[in-house]
């Protein structure tokens, strides 16, 4: 191999998208959800994705990290193909077991939290790492302890669910996935079930993250975020990407009457 070749190997190597959809689609029975998205996201780089309610988002979340199956097209985390292997031009849907393998990877962080009631929010975070990693107890409650501090609950371990406020629990719930060591975190309107005076905490939260390099996908209609720490909005509508680009561009000076008429509802 001569050194161009070398240097070219390196280059591709170094660009492979975190994210990659290419043409996916989604049905449930006849009510077409998805409908051909295409887009990427680069290692490090925050996507927020925003649309009205109904457009697609969070089934296109869902796609990513194979919740659901897509329909037809294709959906590449880090390189790896979601949810199928390929064999001979034919794709072969993996076994539960390899698409929770894959899933692994990638962090997700709900509306609702979704903690487990009656464990504390240590436990709650030491739960995947030393059930599906067999991290050990220890190690994991170091760990866990860390993360813990990273969202700004370090006198929280103790505690339960229902002894938290609803920011206390996004953050926990934050923790949680992190504790995976994900490669990708999605985030499914993480704020929209807050009261408004506990958002701050959260985007705060999101917005370390993203400084210290994590890929994420952030449905959210907190635009004043999606500004400041993304790298590229992409609005969807009816299953379709209908804009994107870059946030401060787009927001300002939305170039399609839908993003227009949608951006003028939640501005
Ligand atoms: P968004 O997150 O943008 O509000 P969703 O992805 O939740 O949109 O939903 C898009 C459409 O898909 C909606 O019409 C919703 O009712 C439908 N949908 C989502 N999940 C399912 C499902 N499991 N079965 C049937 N329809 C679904
Ligand atoms: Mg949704």
Not at 42 to 67: A, D, Y
Not at 89 to 118: C, T, W
Not at 178 to 192: G, N, Q, R, V
């Amino acid at each position: 191999m001569t050194s161009a070749q070398s240097a070219e190997t390196r280059v591709q190597a170094e660009t492979t998208p975190m994210v990659q959809a290419d043409h996916v689609y989604k049905s449930f029975g006849a009510l077409q959800v998805l409908r051909g998205i295409t887009l990427e996201v680069e290692p490090g780089q925050v996507m927020c994705l925003i649309g009205p309610s109904g457009s697609g988002k969070s089934t296109f979340l869902r796609c990513v990290n194979h919740l659901e199956s897509v329909t037809a097209g294709r959906l590449y985390v880090d390189g790896d193909l979601i949810g199928y292997r390929e064999r001979g031009g034919k794709l072969y849907e993996l076994s539960a077991k390899d698409a929770a393998k894959q899933r692994r990877d990638i962090g997700m962080v709900f509306q609702h939290f979704n903690l487990f009631p009656h464990r504390t929010a240590l436990d709650n975070v030491i739960e995947a790492p030393t059930q599906v990693k067999k991290v050990p107890r220890d190690k994991a409650v170091a760990r866990a302890k860390d993360l813990l501090a990273q969202v700004g609950l370090s006198d929280k371990a103790d505690a339960y669910p229902a002894q938290l406020s609803g920011g206390q629990q996004q953050r926990v719930a934050i923790a949680r996935a992190l504790a995976m060591d994900p490669k990708l975190m999605l985030f499914d309107e993480p704020t929209s079930a807050l009261d408004p005076e506990l958002v701050g905490d959260v985007l705060a939260v999101m917005r370390d993250l993203a400084k210290d390099g994590m890929t994420m996908i952030v449905v959210t209609h907190e635009m004043g975020f999606a500004r400041e720490v993304a790298d590229q909005v992409v609005f969807m509508d009816e299953g379709r990407v209908i804009e994107q680009g870059d946030p401060q561009e787009m927001l300002s000076n939305p170039k399609h009457e839908r993003t227009r008429a949608f951006l003028s509802k939640i501005l």
